[in-house]
């Protein structure tokens, strides 16, 4: 069974349910991912675990609705917990979560050979580069990924569910993905100037008492 497929099973409150608490942990992530940054990591470990899951429990149950989110769930909670606990770990996949979105953008509707593993070692290097340059990677990372959930979000409100069942579909747009594209790109360019303006704004800590 598709995704497209479940999602059409679920109850249309559910999945609209579901979508509002995406753009709702989006924002957090666009405009205070670098401060949430304990909960941008748990959240990030449900999602690569949860969409794990997910696929595990679609393959072993033939695609049976209530198997498939249970997986998810217990998937999810599992790789928070574990991000939690691994931060550097977390932090490396906060990067590859990250250039993995930008590479899938980029080589979007494209069929060269070469292309899978371009993307793969994007994402690769994404995810070291913010083990070397945490805080500002983090903030453009989180400000990427945030960006991507509110567009994604908005777009299943405003221009229908049938856009968003899959991913590749989100990508090629046709006349829509400029309007995608930039929509992302400027909420990403909003979300890291307002992150870097709030670590700006953070009061020094205090100065110790003269002896």
Not at 18 to 31: E, K, N, R
Not at 76 to 95: P, Q, T
Not at 103 to 130: C, H, K, M, N, Q
Request: charged share 10%.
């Amino acid at each position: 069974m598709e995704i497209a497929d479940q999602l059409s099973s679920l109850p249309p409150s559910s999945v609209q349910a579901g979508v509002a608490i995406s753009i709702a942990a989006g924002t957090l992530y666009c405009f205070f991912g670098y401060r949430l940054l304990k909960f941008v990591i748990g959240f990030t470990g449900f999602l690569l675990a949860g969409a794990s899951g997910a696929f595990l429990g679609q393959s072993l149950s033939h695609g049976h609705v209530v198997v498939t989110l249970a997986a998810a769930i217990i998937g999810g909670c599992a790789g928070a917990f574990a991000l939690l606990f691994l931060y550097k770990v977390g932090i490396f996949f906060i990067g590859v979560f990250a250039a993995l979105l930008g590479a899938l953008v980029a080589f979007g509707g494209r069929t060269e050979d070469w292309i899978p593993w371009a993307i793969v070692g994007t994402a690769v290097v994404g995810g070291l580069i913010a083990l070397i340059m945490e805080r500002p990677i983090i903030m453009l990372a989180t400000a990427a990924i945030g960006a991507w959930m509110l567009v994604t979000g908005i777009a299943y409100f405003v221009i229908g569910p049938t856009l968003i069942t899959n991913f590749e579909d989100l990508i090629q747009l046709g006349n829509e993905r400029f309007v995608v594209i930039v929509s992302w790109a400027v909420l990403t360019a909003a979300g890291t100037l307002n992150q870097l303006a709030m670590y700006r704004r953070r009061p020094s800590p205090p100065a110790p008492p003269r002896q």
